[in-house]
C-alpha cells in the first residue's frame, strides 16, 4: 500500500500526443519530487486547469502534435487567466532538438521586455534531463 500525500507535490502539466515520450517525462518528473499529469490536448484539459493549479505547463514544441488546437492564442489566454502563476513552457523533444535549438532561441528573445527568473521545472528539464525548453507565458 502506498502511503503519502500526493496533494503536497507541485503539479506539473504534460501535454503531449506521443504518450511514450510523456510517460518518459512524467516518470523523470516525479522521480524527482513533482505530480506529472499528462495530456494528449491542452483544450480538453481546459476545465481541470483551475482545480489542478499546476506549477508549470509543458508543451510539446512538435508542430504536427498541435496541442493548441484552431485558436492557440485564445487556449494560451485562458490557461493564464486560470493559472496566472504557472509558466507555460514548450519543450523539443530529443530527436528534435538540433533543429529546434535556434528557433527556440529566437522566439525566447523576440517579444521579452524583461529577463524571466527560470522556473525550477525549467531548471530540471534543461539540466537533468537535457531537454531544450522556452517559456511561450
Given at each position: 500500500?502506498i502511503?503519502?500525500?500526493v496533494?503536497?507535490?507541485?503539479?506539473v502539466?504534460?501535454?503531449?500526443?506521443?504518450?511514450?515520450?510523456?510517460?518518459k517525462?512524467?516518470d523523470?518528473?516525479?522521480s524527482?519530487?513533482?505530480?506529472?499529469?499528462?495530456?494528449?490536448?491542452l483544450d480538453?484539459?481546459?476545465?481541470d486547469?483551475?482545480?489542478m493549479?499546476?506549477?508549470a505547463i509543458l508543451?510539446?514544441?512538435?508542430?504536427?502534435d498541435?496541442?493548441?488546437?484552431?485558436?492557440?492564442?485564445?487556449?494560451?489566454?485562458?490557461v493564464?487567466?486560470?493559472?496566472?502563476e504557472?509558466?507555460?513552457?514548450?519543450?523539443t523533444?530529443?530527436?528534435?532538438a538540433?533543429?529546434?535549438?535556434m528557433?527556440?532561441?529566437?522566439?525566447?528573445?523576440?517579444?521579452?521586455?524583461?529577463?524571466?527568473t527560470?522556473?525550477?521545472?525549467?531548471e530540471?528539464l534543461?539540466?537533468?534531463?537535457?531537454?531544450?525548453?522556452?517559456?511561450?507565458?
Amino acid at each position: 500500500m502506498i502511503t503519502g500525500n500526493v496533494t503536497s507535490r507541485e503539479r506539473v502539466v504534460i501535454v503531449d500526443r506521443d504518450l511514450d515520450f510523456g510517460l518518459k517525462l512524467a516518470d523523470c518528473l516525479a522521480s524527482s519530487g513533482y505530480h506529472a499529469v499528462l495530456g494528449r490536448s491542452l483544450d480538453a484539459m481546459i476545465e481541470d486547469l483551475s482545480e489542478m493549479q499546476p506549477g508549470a505547463i509543458l508543451l510539446s514544441d512538435d508542430p504536427c502534435d498541435g496541442e493548441l488546437g484552431s485558436d492557440g492564442a485564445a487556449t494560451l489566454q485562458e490557461v493564464k487567466s486560470l493559472c496566472p502563476e504557472a509558466p507555460v513552457i514548450t519543450l523539443t523533444k530529443p530527436e528534435q532538438a538540433v533543429s529546434a535549438g535556434m528557433r527556440m532561441q529566437k522566439r525566447t528573445i523576440e517579444g521579452r521586455s524583461k529577463p524571466v527568473t527560470p522556473n525550477r521545472v525549467e531548471e530540471l528539464l534543461r539540466t537533468k534531463l537535457g531537454i531544450p525548453c522556452a517559456r511561450v507565458l
